[in-house]
């Protein structure tokens, strides 16, 4: 800022004009009375200068919204981005007000699309759905790219209030016209949004060949923040199909690329989802410690969504554990979260999180189960977030031993192996065991698989004469 600025605003701030105040940034900020405010308007109006202050405003706006546009990684640099823009959301929507009284549609096309990142992660769906789609009603004129974006971000808006249908209507048409631009790098982004779509829906086939495609682009331009993503993408594609091994594979690979590229949000989207795949295979202790990991990365960078998934995924691990009570309240909360920022659990997740609801409700009994979703849905954020430390802390507790011994440690199975082999023993097929333990039928046919290799047999009759002998049921 020129000496003569600051100079300037000192003067005003000794007279009580203007108000100083420290930014969320440590920053100053100035602020003024809104019968101050008034009067300068009325002397700007009067110098002349009104329209020419009003555009380097807008200026202002777009240079600091097109900044991490297209960045998929929410590392420190990016991170400070939106923590700016909160901290200027009041400035962009005047200069978004402006634009679109003033009737400038390109340029009002062009700063609604660069902010879509900012509403998305910071959990303003409605806003921006709003801004997007008054931008969009006479931008049929605007070069392709900026309308492109601006589509983008509408799909992915829709996408997150889980309006899948509009998302993909969306993201076609922006990648349609990327395409025709010849824009090869930005055309990967709505290809790989237009996957994870379809993932969303559990239309796991058609997602595939997409990220694939994505990914293939990603590695060919050697873009590892996008790597990473797709990597991720394409794990939840094999987990959503069964294929347990290769989500965890990916997964680990792409946390590995988010840890290179010290990227918080990208870090707990894989944890979290590797979380799932530990719950997937009964293993709560490593669940514990990747949930336990992945708060702090979620209270630094994540939305009230991301923050809902969190929630659900710890109580998918209590429910794997036992604690069907908590599980209930922490799934209450989560689903509070999401309703109230306006977010939908996608697939493969949904499907976990509803399974492990559904064994909840049975262990509590539907009268119980409701009231205690029902007393999560009003917890206070801080309360909520304690309940679900506490859950975690819970489930990394030893099972205690049980009589006749542990399985776990008689044989080298796990907790929820030996719940799989007491179905086994008494005559369950493994749909009726995937029934039983509201798990995916393919988890259920790996966990016998597992099963039978560490018992040394090769039948299910066989694992069961063990089991007899050994007294390990």
Same mark, same amino acid.
């Given at each position: ?111 609604? /699309? ?14 921006? *759905? ?31 209030? %889980? ?8 993201? &076609? ?5 990327? +395409? ?40 060919? *331009? ?23 091994? &290769? ?11 988010? +840890? ?21 295979? /009964? ?19 994540? %939305? ?33 979260? %999401?309703? &109230?920022?306006?977010?939908?659990? *996608? ?17 509590? /009994? ?9 007393? %999560? ?19 990394? +507790? ?17 907790? &929820? ?38 018992? /040394? ?11 007899? +002998?050994?007294?390990?049921?």
């Amino acid at each position: 800022m020129p000496p003569s600025v600051l100079e300037g605003l000192a003067s005003l701030v000794d007279n009580s004009l203007v108000r100083q105040a420290e930014g969320s940034d440590g920053q100053p900020r100035y602020m003024m009375l809104e019968t101050v405010r008034e009067y300068g308007l009325e002397q700007l109006e009067a110098s002349g200068e009104a329209n020419d202050v009003r555009q380097r405003h807008v200026d202002w706006c777009l240079d600091l919204a097109d900044l991490n546009w297209g960045t998929v990684v929410l590392g420190p640099v990016r991170a400070a981005w939106l923590d700016q823009l909160t901290a200027e959301h009041d400035n962009l929507r005047a200069a978004l007000a402006r634009l679109e009284l003033e009737g400038d549609v390109e340029t009002g096309l062009r700063l609604a /699309g660069s902010l879509s990142p900012f509403w998305v992660f910071r959990g303003h769906l409605s806003e921006g *759905s709003a801004w997007l789609q008054q931008a969009l009603l006479g931008g049929g004129s605007a070069p392709a790219p900026v309308r492109a974006r601006a589509l983008f971000g509408l799909g992915r808006i829709a996408h997150q209030q %889980g309006d899948y249908e509009r998302a993909t209507e969306l993201l &076609r048409e922006c990648l349609s016209l990327f +395409r025709e631009a010849g824009d090869q790098r930005s055309s990967m982004i709505p290809l790989l949004r237009l996957g994870t779509t379809a993932t969303a829906q559990g239309l796991y086939e058609r997602a595939e060949p997409l990220v694939e495609e994505a990914l293939a682009m990603a590695q060919e *331009s050697e873009q590892v923040d996008w790597i990473a993503l797709g990597q991720n993408e394409l794990a939840l594609v094999a987990l959503g199909q069964g294929n347990v091994a &290769r989500a965890e594979a990916l997964l680990t690979e792409s946390l590995a690329l988010h +840890r290179q590229l010290d990227d918080p949000w990208g870090t707990a989207n894989c944890l979290d989802a590797l979380g799932l795949v530990d719950c997937e295979r /009964g293993e709560a202790a490593r669940a514990v410690a990747r949930y336990g990991e992945s708060l702090a990365l979620r209270r630094a960078v994540a %939305g009230p969504g991301g923050i809902a998934e969190w929630l659900a995924g710890v109580a998918t691990v209590a429910m794997g554990c036992g604690q069907a009570k908590p599980a209930a309240r922490l799934f209450g909360a989560a689903r509070a979260l %999401g309703d &109230r920022a306006g977010f939908v659990f *996608s697939m493969p997740q949904r499907a976990i999180y509803e399974r492990a609801e559904a064994a909840a409700r049975v262990a509590l /009994g539907d009268a119980e189960f409701i009231a205690a979703q029902d007393a %999560g849905r009003v917890l206070p954020f801080e309360d909520t977030v304690a309940e679900a430390t506490d859950a975690l802390a819970a489930a990394a +507790r030893p099972v205690p031993a049980q009589r006749g011994g542990s399985v776990a440690a008689g044989a080298g199975l796990t907790p &929820r192996e030996e719940e799989i082999l007491r179905l086994l023993v008494s005559g369950r097929s493994n749909p009726e065991i995937a029934e039983a333990l509201y798990i995916s039928r393919a988890t259920a046919r790996t966990h016998v698989s597992n099963i039978l290799a560490k018992l /040394g047999v090769g039948s299910r009759t066989e694992a069961a004469d063990v089991a007899h +002998r050994q007294h390990l049921v």
